[in-house]
């Protein structure tokens, strides 16, 4: 299989000048990695490695764009220092893409950013939640009519703990091996959805698709073991960055990450016949949106 992970040495971004190489691989779904790129915690902050700064009833901390923390049972000054930590995670993260992809500035919409406290490998969740099998990202209530989910992550385990992730074929072959067999859609069905606020718009045929190619990757045990994929563990100090839509993934073990979503107009990218959505109109020889 084509290697679907760039390494690429923190100081070749010193530059300045953007890597028409490795715009084009993220475009393509592929994962740059950046080994040695570290988010340095300050010493108080060493004390939010810990499980227990987390809600219970919830998946992630998050931080939205006003600084408003949720998700963690920290109160007073040590929720305003978490939020600090997670915020300056998000400086650094707007920092790097606007490095690698500077035509992406002005146009990049930020979602939360997420701390991830929780150990992988003991989450209890149903066959859709588990993040643990090869798939590609979609939003069950939130149609985005193929925007893009790109996602900028780092490692912050203090134990040498690698996150390992699978990682798998490219997306239009994980769409032509799967198309054949999704549910069409139905518009009717879309309007009832919405009808019943179960979907915050319209469920377009391409918000259709993804969430059907979604779980018939997860649904699909012996793709899950035969899918042609690469297991990638990432260091304590390692950055990736990756079309989280477009890139065939698992998330097998780890504990402690950061990650920061950026949503993209899919014609705002550098090459547009990239997107999964040119893909798969390519592939069904319909307007999906």
């Known amino acids: 299989m084509e290697q679907q992970i760039i390494d690429i040495d923190s100081g ?5 000048a953007p890597n028409p190489d490795w715009i084009a691989a993220v475009e393509a779904g592929k994962v740059l990695h950046f080994p040695h790129r570290p988010f340095v ?3 108080h902050e060493q004390a939010f490695l810990t499980p227990a700064v987390r809600d219970p009833k919830v998946r992630n ?6 600084g408003g923390l949720k998700g963690t049972v920290l109160e007073g000054a040590q929720q305003t220092q978490l939020a600090a930590m997670v915020g300056r995670f998000r400086a650094e993260a707007h920092a790097l893409v606007a490095a690698l992809l500077p035509a992406y ?7 939360p950013t997420s701390y991830r406290p929780a ?3 003991t989450r209890a969740q149903s066959w ?7 798939h590609v990202d979609a939003f069950p209530s939130r149609p985005n009519y193929g925007e893009r989910i790109l ?3 780092t490692n912050i385990n203090p134990e040498d703990r690698p996150r390992v992730w699978r990682v798998g074929e490219p ?3 994980v769409a032509s091996h799967f198309l054949p067999r999704l549910k069409p859609y139905s518009r009717m069905q879309a309007r009832l959805l919405r009808a019943l606020r179960v979907t915050k718009s319209l469920r377009s045929e391409y918000d259709h698709l993804m969430l059907q190619l979604h779980d018939a990757m997860k649904s699909d045990l012996d793709y899950q073991r035969d899918a042609r994929q690469q297991t990638m563990p990432f260091a304590p100090g390692a950055v990736w960055v990756c079309f989280s839509d477009q890139t065939s993934h698992a998330v097998m073990s780890g504990q402690y990450m950061l990650e920061q979503t950026f949503h993209l107009p899919a014609d705002a990218q550098y090459d547009t016949a990239s997107s999964p959505l040119a893909i798969l109109t390519r592939l069904t020889g319909r307007n999906l949106i």
């Open 41 to 43: 915690l300050q010493d």
């Open 171 to 173: 997306f239009e072959a």
């Open 128 to 134: 859709r939640a588990d993040d643990r099998r090869l």
């Open 61 to 66: 901390i998050s931080l939205d764009d006003r």
């Open 105 to 111: 500035t002005g146009v990049l919409r930020a979602a």
């Open 12 to 16: 070749a971004l010193q530059d300045g």
């Open 151 to 153: 996602r900028v992550f």
């Open 119 to 121: 150990q992988v490998e």
